[in-house]
């Protein structure tokens, strides 16, 4: 009879508990010699996939380790940081975010108390100033928690253009690279050393349409490609999807968005209204991919816009 008493009295903690403690992380993948990626499934963040649904990474030298974006809440980086120790004793120095999406800096205080040093573009920091607080918020909604801290600004800021290289040791450097507006402002890339893998944030996905939001640029996004054409990168890691070489993303990025700016500017030109453009745009090719119905038709919404605004 005490025993059954106790078993009732501790079983709704143990539920409780559970959802804080059951790992939402698989084990991440080792795509090249240094770097490793947690390849997150599609579809948008809920409370059963506790927001794993986009891609990220480490990166181990001899004397340190960096991280690829830091997770959907301090939960999430705290489990990526438990898979690192598994894997190397060796210290996080550096953090980068890859963009301002929630999901590319909500974690960032884990690694930051774990000693991490936190870059990122100087455009997508000024959007994570303006709108950490309500992204934290949406993020804790979804997750059912009462909040979610927000991160203090990033440590190191890099403007439209510039890059830096981060040693690790023994030879692995990150060469990290702002690329302009693509996705969103302030998006960066990560190349390394000497594997030849790119992190590629939200400049590419795999299998999965491309979404458009007021942050980014169509004409933008296309400009970022072309400079992941000119890296040495044999491996990318996109942002969402499967790692695979640049041209295994060519129909799923840079074709579907280069068809999408060049009907718009056309229709634009013609006079066609945004609802015009957006009926008239055959996008049939790309209706195979994950979340198409979701995204094709705001896609066009926000690509008209961008061209109309070229326009005038």
């Keep these: 009879m005490n025993v059954l008493i106790r078993l ?12 804080s403690q059951a790992g939402v992380l698989p084990a991440p993948r080792q795509v090249s010699p240094h770097a490793w990626a947690w390849i997150g499934p599609y579809g948008g963040p809920t409370r059963e996939n506790r927001g794993f649904r986009m891609n990220l990474g480490f990166v181990v030298g001899t004397q340190a380790v960096a991280v690829i974006d830091s997770g959907y809440s301090p939960q999430m980086a705290r489990e990526m940081l438990r898979h690192i120790r598994k894997r190397t004793p060796l210290p996080v120095r550096h953090v980068i975010n890859t963009d301002s999406q929630p999901h590319r800096f909500l974690g960032n205080e884990v690694f930051r108390k774990a000693g991490a040093r936190i870059v990122a573009g100087r455009e997508a920091a000024e959007r994570m100033a303006r709108d950490g607080g309500m992204m934290a918020g949406a993020a804790a909604d979804v997750l059912g928690l009462a909040t979610l801290p927000v991160p203090d600004a990033p440590d190191r800021l890099l403007g439209a253009g510039e890059s830096i290289s981060l040693d690790l040791g023994g030879g692995v450097a990150l060469g990290v690279r702002h690329v302009g507006t693509a996705h ?12 030849r893998t790119v992190f590629a944030g939200d400049v590419l ?35 969402h999807g499967q790692p695979g070489p640049l041209a ?25 209204d945004i609802e015009a453009a957006r009926t008239s745009f055959d996008a049939s090719a790309w209706e195979s991919l994950a979340n198409f119905n979701d995204l094709n038709g705001r896609n066009a919404y926000q ?9 005038f």
């Design 8 to 19: 009732v009295v501790l079983l709704p903690a143990v539920l409780f508990a559970w959802p």
């Design 184 to 195: 969103t402002r302030g998006s960066l890339i990560v190349e390394v050393s000497p594997d």
């Design 205 to 239: 996905y795999g299998n999965r349409l491309p979404a458009l939001i007021p942050d980014g640029s169509v004409k933008g996004w296309l400009a970022a490609h072309d400079v992941l054409r000119a890296s040495n990168g044999r491996l990318f890691v996109p942002g």
């Design 248 to 272: 295994a993303f060519d129909h799923s990025t840079r074709d579907y968005l280069e068809r999408l700016k060049r009907h718009m500017d056309d229709a634009v030109k013609k006079g066609a």
């Design 303 to 311: 690509a008209y816009q961008e061209s109309e605004a070229e326009n």
